[in-house]
């Protein structure tokens, strides 16, 4: 408002420019939102009274741009808190499912290198024939009496061996040659933190405003200035009063005169 045109002109006028302000100050209406009633707009209403639309316009716009600035700058300083604390939680859950894939991946192969080992020393080439529904080992495995284990029983470590050496070495060989699968949040949580990173590295180009025209200027449909029934009434009671007092005054100096003689 210091740098508005009508400010300029209120001091031109012959205003100081703190009697200025306060005038601006005074054509200025702030409406805020009652939210304990019911069909009210949510947004705040500013208005801004001068004697043209053109100098209300160019003052409520310099208003408006300044609220614009303290406010964009307040809300990007808030969200480059807010995503920089979502990029800090996403590498901390993308370390932390990397960190478990990697364990899982080393136990993984530490079983399998045992079970090669066992199946080796056992004789067990291939994996174990089915017959009748269960898992046999081959007749050169202990005794000639087939030993029937239930298909469940290859989910436990203990019986990886039974697998046989050739599907033991494919599977061994298999994953450590090549990259570890992670799982899908893992890839999501990249993706997220570079989203993320290249709003943050954009971050002076943000454009918003939070306040904006919602109707132009105009000139008022009623004369604000000057009231002509206000004068009407006060020049009609004021000119009665000092009719009255110009009538008593007249008959008390014909009264005065009348006593003199």
Same mark, same amino acid.
């Given at each position: 408002?210091?740098?508005?045109?009508?400010?300029?002109?209120?001091?031109?006028?012959?205003?100081?420019?703190?009697?200025?302000?306060?005038?601006?100050?005074?054509?200025?209406?702030?409406? !805020?939102?009652?939210?304990?009633?019911?069909?009210?707009?949510?947004?705040?209403?500013?208005?801004?009274?001068?004697?043209?639309?053109? +100098?209300?316009?160019?003052?409520?716009?310099?208003?408006?741009?300044? +609220?614009?600035?303290? *406010?964009?700058?307040?809300?990007?300083?808030?969200?480059? *808190?807010?995503?920089?604390?979502?990029?800090?939680?996403?590498?901390?859950?993308?370390?932390?499912?990397?960190?478990?894939?990697?364990?899982?991946?080393?136990?993984?192969?530490?079983?399998?290198? !045992?079970?090669?080992?066992?199946? !080796?020393?056992? =004789? +067990?080439?291939?994996?174990?024939?089915?017959?009748? =529904?269960?898992?046999?080992?081959?007749?050169? *495995?202990?005794?000639?009496?087939?030993?029937?284990?239930?298909?469940?029983?290859?989910?436990?470590?203990?019986? /990886?061996?039974?697998?046989?050496?050739?599907?033991?070495?494919?599977?061994?060989?298999?994953?450590?040659?090549?990259?570890?699968?992670?799982?899908?949040?893992?890839?999501?949580?990249?993706?997220?933190?570079?989203?993320?990173?290249?709003?943050?590295?954009?971050?002076?180009?943000?454009?918003?405003?939070?306040?904006?025209?919602?109707?132009?200027?105009?000139?008022?449909?009623?004369?604000?200035?000057?009231?002509?029934?206000?004068?009407? /009434?006060?020049?009609?009671?004021?000119?009665?009063?000092? =009719?009255?007092?110009?009538?008593?005054?007249?008959?008390?100096?014909?009264?005065? !005169?009348?006593?003199?003689?």
């Amino acid at each position: 408002l210091k740098q508005s045109a009508l400010l300029k002109q209120l001091i031109n006028e012959g205003k100081t420019e703190k009697q200025a302000m306060i005038a601006l100050v005074k054509a200025i209406s702030v409406i !805020k939102p009652n939210v304990s009633e019911r069909n009210t707009t949510n947004y705040v209403s500013v208005t801004f009274s001068a004697e043209s639309p053109n +100098i209300a316009q160019k003052a409520l716009q310099k208003f408006i741009d300044f +609220i614009n600035h303290d *406010v964009r700058q307040t809300m990007a300083e808030d969200l480059v *808190v807010e995503i920089e604390s979502k990029i800090n939680t996403l590498k901390i859950k993308k370390e932390s499912l990397k960190l478990f894939s990697d364990t899982a991946l080393d136990v993984r192969l530490k079983n399998l290198e !045992k079970a090669y080992l066992i199946a !080796k020393n056992a =004789g +067990i080439k291939e994996y174990s024939k089915i017959h009748n =529904g269960a898992l046999v080992i081959p007749s050169n *495995v202990g005794s000639e009496v087939g030993v029937k284990l239930k298909d469940s029983r290859l989910s436990d470590d203990g019986f /990886l061996f039974m697998l046989g050496e050739n599907y033991l070495l494919a599977q061994i060989n298999v994953l450590k040659g090549n990259k570890v699968i992670y799982p899908e949040a893992y890839y999501q949580a990249s993706l997220k933190i570079d989203l993320l990173s290249d709003l943050l590295s954009n971050k002076e180009n943000l454009i918003f405003d939070t306040f904006h025209y919602q109707s132009s200027p105009s000139f008022p449909l009623q004369r604000d200035k000057p009231r002509r029934a206000l004068i009407v /009434l006060i020049g009609t009671f004021s000119g009665g009063v000092l =009719g009255i007092l110009v009538a008593l005054f007249m008959t008390a100096l014909e009264a005065r !005169k009348t006593r003199l003689r």
